[in-house]
């Protein structure tokens, strides 16, 4: 028969090869990976196989090595299973089987480390992931089957398979509550209630949702409703993103009217969650059209990224704004978009070299602040000093760069706490000279507290005014997210327990993150690590799942409100996520992310602070080099030097004594320059 299976690989915690009627043969790891990796990819390169199984080799060893691995592996066959020579693929005749097992011991591939294989080792973790999902998918199914067929002990087992794969999906232990309970065996049913509230509790120190624990009482008490009816699907109000109305603040806003009218700018701190942006987006608009600036977590790394940031802004908002070839060319400096076939500008050596560049920029914003009654400079807590700096000179209070025109109004937001001392000093520096006002925001008073709640008209939520005030001292971001927690929980109807209000807005969101479903959870952690300017097919690439797959992620984050758009809907939001991300697992995503991003136009800088964080010195050295080089070419030599010494200490990790000395010298000419 034409394409009949002759051999079949089986891959479980280990792998295995069978020709048909023999005795299996036990393959070894790189292996193992080369046909998983087929199986699940198709055709694939000979050049990508060979740098992902060999990634330490120079470019023509590895391409070596690959052509020994699959000789070893046709005289172990005794055929070849490989076809093809630029592209490689399965023989027709051979069949991967996947574990599909959730009782098999391991994980697949598990028998193996993989740590010298990073690029490959975290392709498997997302596949594992990708395997699990689909499994407890079908085993749902597959319950939801049997139990329309009458059949609910049959079913209750399917779903014990599935809860295997996934002991935190609380929607799985309510389904087979109730089928234990139709089967007849209601202390089961309550043994699996039990072994739900000890998942939680361990994994999240969290309760069961308040319908959970309303059917254990019911199962208790032998009174359950006849159809038992599955509890509906937890919407988040979108209320709970954006209040319907600014609450409180009277006295700030009377403030900073009175600030506008005298023609000051307008510079609000407070702790992470207390309103600052919110406060700030009002009152800019009541001023009429303003332009949003927003500086993102990672900004502070990368010069001029910030900058970058705006200007694209600006050229995406404002269609009729046209740069000429040479202010392009100026532009590719920040803007890696704008380089031609004629390769990066020259760099800057003399100072007319620097106002070239600083006039092309300040056209780019002087453009806007011609249409805009003022700027909200949103989280500048984030800015590079780079950034920072350049809008200074192009903003002089005293002396507007000519291409600019009129400076524009200020309204800037920052966390108090966590500015770096150029702005810091900066801001008390406009403030002395009466240029600005300086508003240090408070939480919201307990009146204030409960007229928010109010005003998003949530069934029930009026009843714990006094304990949200209590439990969130008056922060407007802690109120939403605790109110985020009681509507997940379906705890807004009832008498609230005092161990459902959590502790710290941290412990709220890490407990929310926790009924996010594997697959949404990896992606949210993926953009954690990217930090800024993702996007779903950026953030695919990092976790090499399908985009669909990331797709359908993407809408379960929106819809729990942990994304909005490209980006997290707070930095608390953002932080909780990386910070729940075990090492291990971070610094491969690290290593992922940067590969991506290698072949994108984006600033060493970036990809060079992820292989730092995936602990990857040698990959990292020259990209820390390529970020001291391109530093030095936009007169920053403050961040040069600091580029370079992070490349010399890359180059010691790897005991590489030319690498140093090249590092240390170039140092030493970097001496001699000045801004």
């Known amino acids: 028969m034409e394409n009949a299976t002759r051999w079949t690989v089986t891959i479980r915690e280990d792998a295995r090869l069978v020709e048909t009627g023999s005795a299996p043969i036990i393959l070894e790891r790189r292996t193992a990976a080369l046909l998983l990796y087929l199986a699940s990819e198709g055709a694939v390169s000979r050049s990508r196989l060979s740098g992902l199984l060999y990634p330490e080799a120079g470019e023509g060893t590895a391409r070596n090595n690959l052509v020994q691995l699959l000789r070893r592996l046709k005289r172990v066959a005794g055929a ?141 008490r032998g009174s359950p409703g006849p159809d038992l009816p599955l509890p509906p699907p937890v919407i988040m109000p979108a209320a709970t993103l954006r209040p319907p109305v600014l609450i409180g603040r009277e006295r700030e806003w009377a403030t900073m009217e009175e600030a506008w009218a005298r023609g000051q700018n307008i510079l609000i701190s407070g702790l992470p969650g207390v309103g600052k942006t919110r406060l700030a987006q009002e009152f800019a608009a009541s001023c009429g059209v303003y332009a949003h600036q927003e500086t993102r977590p990672g900004d502070a790394a990368l010069p001029y990224g910030a900058a970058a940031r705006n200007v694209r802004r600006i050229l995406a908002a404002y269609p009729d704004l046209t740069p000429e070839p040479w202010e392009k060319r100026e532009l590719s400096r920040i803007l890696p978009e704008f380089l031609t076939s004629e390769g990066p500008p020259e760099p800057m050596r003399v100072e007319e070299d620097w106002q070239r560049f600083v006039t092309a920029v300040a056209r780019m914003l002087g453009h806007e602040a011609q249409r805009v009654a003022c700027t909200l400079d949103d989280d500048t807590q984030y800015y590079d000093r780079a950034s920072f700096e350049l809008g200074a000179v192009i903003f002089r209070p005293d002396q507007t760069h000519r291409s600019a025109g009129r400076p524009p109004r200020l309204i800037a937001t920052f966390r108090t706490g966590e500015v770096p001392p150029e702005l810091l000093h900066m801001v008390q520096s406009v403030v002395r000279q009466g240029e600005a006002i300086h508003i240090e925001l408070q939480p919201l008073p307990e009146v204030d507290v409960h007229a928010l709640v109010r005003s998003l008209d949530l069934p029930g939520a009026a009843a714990h005014l006094d304990d949200l005030t209590r439990a969130t001292g008056g922060n407007p971001l802690y109120v939403l997210e605790t109110l985020k927690h009681l509507v997940q929980t379906g705890s807004l109807a009832e008498a609230l327990p005092e161990q459902l209000l959590p502790q710290t807005v941290g412990a709220t969101i890490t407990g929310r993150l926790g009924r996010l479903s594997p697959g949404a959870l990896h992606v949210a952690r993926a953009a954690s690590v990217l930090q800024s300017d993702f996007g779903p097919e950026l953030v695919a690439e990092v976790l090499g799942a399908p985009l669909m797959t990331v797709a359908a992620a993407w809408e379960e984050l929106e819809a729990a409100q942990v994304l909005a758009g490209n980006r997290f809907t707070h930095d608390l939001v953002y932080e909780a996520v990386l910070s729940g991300i075990p090492d291990a697992v971070r610094a491969m995503m690290h290593r992922s992310a940067a590969r991506a991003l290698e072949g994108r136009h984006i600033p060493p800088a970036r990809v060079a602070g992820h292989w730092q964080r995936g602990k990857e010195p040698g990959r990292a050295a020259p990209w820390l080099r390529r970020a001291a080089e391109e530093a030095q070419g936009t007169r920053r030599p403050v961040e040069a030097d600091e580029w370079y010494a992070a490349a010399e200490l890359a180059y010691a990790a790897l005991s590489d004594p030319q690498g140093i000395s090249e590092m240390r010298r170039a140092r030493a000419a970097l001496m001699g320059v000045t801004p």
Not at 145 to 165: D, H, I, M
Not at 174 to 203: I, K, V
């Open 80 to 220: 070849a299973l490989v076809a093809g020579d630029t592209v490689l693929a399965l023989q027709a005749d051979v069949k991967v089987s996947v574990a599909e097992d959730p009782q098999a011991p391991g994980a697949l591939l598990g028998a193996f480390q993989f740590a010298d294989l990073p690029e490959f080792e975290t392709w498997l973790l997302t596949l594992r992931t990708r395997l699990t999902d689909e499994r407890r998918r079908h085993l749902s199914g597959q319950a939801d089957q049997l139990a329309a067929g009458g059949r609910p002990r049959e079913a209750a087992a399917v779903l014990g398979e599935a809860l295997r794969l996934d002991p935190l999906a609380e929607e799985l232990w309510n389904r087979q509550m109730r089928l234990l309970y139709l089967a007849g065996d209601r202390t089961g049913a309550l043994a699996a209630y039990e072994a739900c509230r000890e998942a939680l509790a361990t994994q999240l120190g969290a309760e069961p949702l308040a319908a959970t624990q309303q059917l254990a009482e019911e199962l208790r």
